[in-house]
């Protein structure tokens, strides 16, 4: 089952890096030795995604880190998915949790974001994922289910869509989901996709997670089967992000 999804690694680079640095990674990446298996997308911020584009092997993918949901206008600060498409890039990270807790993001503007790129022609990347006192509350499944509810309402094809779970509480922390905790979660959100969008998206959207995975700890989250990749942060800095590609190799 799990293997008619292909294995996807993000690496998010949230705001890191400049021109000399991210040559470094590039060429890391351009370099080879990532397994032609594994679907491979890199997320710059936003004035480096023409750069990174113009570099990068085209068998990798660019991903902004945010975009709002209208085209044009009078939005300072912000980028619209067309721009992102402009510079030759496909896919946007939406909803990601420093956007909901740092910038104030809502379930409701995420959704909107969400069909507003997905109608515009650009691929997304959603995240979902609960804090540490909404788990000890005994309500991540609540959390995570309406986020992803305010996300699903707002998808009709669901082949560009790739779904995000980073627990809040293991973003940079050092503290990854052990593989069983992330299983969990994945299953249930593969369920909740069963039951409320349809069996067959269940089956064929891959579903990521993210919160400290490094080198040492993706092989064996690699092989939980409702895992089907990962978005990583610190480490998709550094050349252990080629490891983490092949984490199923
Ligand atoms: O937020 C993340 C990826 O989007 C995860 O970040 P870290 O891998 O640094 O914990």
């Given at each position: 089952m799990a293997d008619q999804r292909k294995f996807f690694v993000g690496g998010n680079w949230k705001m890191n890096g400049n021109k000399a640095s991210m040559d470094v990674i590039v060429s890391t990446l351009n370099e080879g030795g990532c397994n032609p298996n594994t679907e491979v997308v890199v997320s710059p911020p936003a004035p480096y995604l023409d750069y990174v584009r113009q570099k990068l092997d085209k068998r990798i993918g660019v991903a902004a880190q945010n975009c709002y949901?209208?085209?044009?206008?009078?939005?300072?600060?912000d980028i619209s998915p067309q721009m992102i498409k402009d510079v030759g890039c496909e896919w946007v990270i939406l909803g990601h949790s420093e956007r909901r807790h740092?910038?104030?993001?809502s379930n409701q503007l995420i959704g909107e974001k969400t069909a507003f790129a997905l109608q515009s022609g650009v691929k997304i990347i959603p995240c979902v994922g609960e804090k540490i006192e909404e788990r000890e509350a005994g309500k991540t499944e609540e959390v995570v289910f309406s986020q992803t509810k305010a996300i699903a309402d707002n998808v009709?094809?669901?082949?560009?869509v790739v779904l995000a779970y980073e627990p809040v509480w293991a973003i940079g922390t050092g503290k990854t989901a052990s593989p069983a905790q992330a299983q969990e979660i994945h299953a249930k959100l593969r369920k909740w996709l069963n039951d409320n969008v349809s069996p067959a998206v269940a089956k064929s959207v891959r579903i990521l997670y993210g919160g400290s995975v490094s080198a040492s700890n993706c092989r064996e989250l690699a092989q939980?089967?409702?895992?089907?990749?990962f978005l990583v942060g610190?480490?998709?800095?550094?050349?252990?992000f080629v490891q983490i590609i092949n984490a199923r190799s």
């Open positions: 949901k209208a085209e044009k206008g009078a939005f300072t600060g740092v910038f104030g993001e009709k094809d669901w082949t560009n939980q089967p409702d895992i089907d990749g610190g480490a998709s800095l550094k050349p252990e």
